[in-house]
């Protein structure tokens, strides 16, 4: 009854048939990869070539409408066509994205349709539960399922490492944990056991954290079923570009170039520097998710009140939080409103005349 039944193992479930149960089999693939322009296109038989037709660039102009690794496409292939062309994507489950810097509404994308985001830290210098947060908050912004990997556990002491849990569970955090070292590989085969085949997990973390490490530990494990959607399985992986990676297991794995300069959620980092004196008062506030508008026992509202505090200073934060609330909203909460503000950045556009 479901012709794209083959397409499981890629990822595909109920949430995309409903949206192209109409298409021709063979007309659907999923994007492995992008390089500038070209797509790395992959379907229930084979690893192509694609390209995004210009009908779909005329109407989609922001970035995060192009396709992006993870994505599902709609497809015209030609027999004697050596790349195919994109017509359209269906829409996305869940995502991973970065807000564009400036005042823009564009989003940069990371990756999309995930199950789940392993946030990967080094438990040697790069541990940082701030961090960590602002990665939970983009994870569940975009609706998939987050996970916590500790890696180089062989480079501390193991009260170092059950430390740096109790710091992430005191922090609220109930996200599952899991520890390994790359050298001794302990740690390594339990977390391959949590990779279940037909989902999605993407990695992410800093530069140096041992993500590539990881994974070519993940495609040697089982070198000989494992192969490389992208076709470029030599064995050796290097994060030149993200790219979504079969494992023998089944399990689909993308790996993502450092993210040194991840600039996420803007908003909540710029209040740490320019509101920080409201933030430290509101550890006071007797409500943990006080809005200090006027919530019994606020110390934000009390300092205003003795003179602590600039009641201009409050405002603006109040302001700034208030902008920044539509970006805090979950991605999935937000699909049906981001429609309506599509509809309305397009009625805009036409009446400014802009293409
Ligand atoms: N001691 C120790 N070193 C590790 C471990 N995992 C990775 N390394 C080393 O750490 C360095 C960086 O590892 P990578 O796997 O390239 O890190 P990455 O997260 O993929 O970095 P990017 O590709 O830049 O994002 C390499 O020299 C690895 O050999 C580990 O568990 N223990
Ligand atoms: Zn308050």
Known sequence: MDKHVGLNQLGWNDWFEEQAADMAAGSIARVAAVDRDQLLLVNESHTFRGKVA???LHRHHLSHELPCVGDWVCLE???GDDVALVRTLLERRTLLRRKSAGISIDYQMIAANLDYVVIVQSCHFDFNVNRLERYLVMVLDGGAGPCILLTK???VDPAVVAEQIAAIRSAGITAPILTLSNVT???VDELTR???PGKTYCFVGSSGVGKSTLINQLIGNEKLETKAVSGSGEGR???VRRELIRLGSGALVIDNPGMREFGILGAAEGFEGSHSDIIALSSNCRFRD???TGEPGCAVVEAVQSGALSREHLENYLKLTEESEFHQMSYVEKRKKDKDFGKFVKSVKK????K
Do not use: I
Request: hydrophobic content about 30%; overall charge positive.
């Open 54 to 56: 210009r009908s779909y």
């Open 77 to 79: 292939k030609a027999p």
């Open 153 to 155: 556990t062989d480079l």
């Open 185 to 187: 590989r302990e740690g």
């Open 194 to 196: 949590l990779l279940l």
């Open 237 to 239: 992986h290097t994060t």
């Open 290 to 292: 006080c809005s200090h």
């Open 351 to 354: 009446d400014l005349k802009l």
